[in-house]
Nanobody, 114 residues
Framework: QVQLVEFGGGSVQAGGSLRLSCVAS????????VGWFRQAPGKERELVAALFQGGTTNYADSVKGRFTISGDIAKQTLYLQMNSLKPEDTAVYYC????????WGQGTQVTVSS
């Protein structure tokens, strides 16, 4: 089992920055990919960024060049640095991990005002 807890959501004006953190505990060495998803009101949950075993990353087209995913194994923490935020980035952001199963955090709200 893996447990995920997110931190760092909040409200910011357009053009601002936020950094989300996700602390993992449990059998993290069974994981082969971690990432961030988001879900805006009335929309489906979508992948924002992923970090694969070996260091490969993948980003949604809408966030490329603005968001950066990274991890610190020693701290068992996953980060999402979000710059140049736009109102359309407003959503609940979820940390996720997969290995033997899918694991999800509880979500953290990000609100970007124009």
């Amino acid at each position: 089992q893996v447990q995920l807890v997110e931190f760092g959501g909040g409200s910011v004006q357009a053009g601002g920055s936020l950094r989300l953190s996700c602390v993992a505990s449990g059998n993290i060495f069974t994981l082969n990919a971690v990432g961030w998803f988001r879900q805006a009101p009335g929309k489906e949950r979508e992948l924002v960024a992923a970090l694969f075993q070996g260091g490969t990353t993948n980003y949604a087209d809408s966030v490329k060049g603005r968001f950066t995913i990274s991890g610190d194994i020693a701290k068992q923490t996953l980060y999402l640095q979000m710059n140049s935020l736009k109102p359309e980035d407003t959503a609940v952001y979820y940390c996720a991990a997969t290995g033997r199963d899918w694991y999800w955090g509880q979500g953290t709200q990000v609100t970007v005002s124009s």
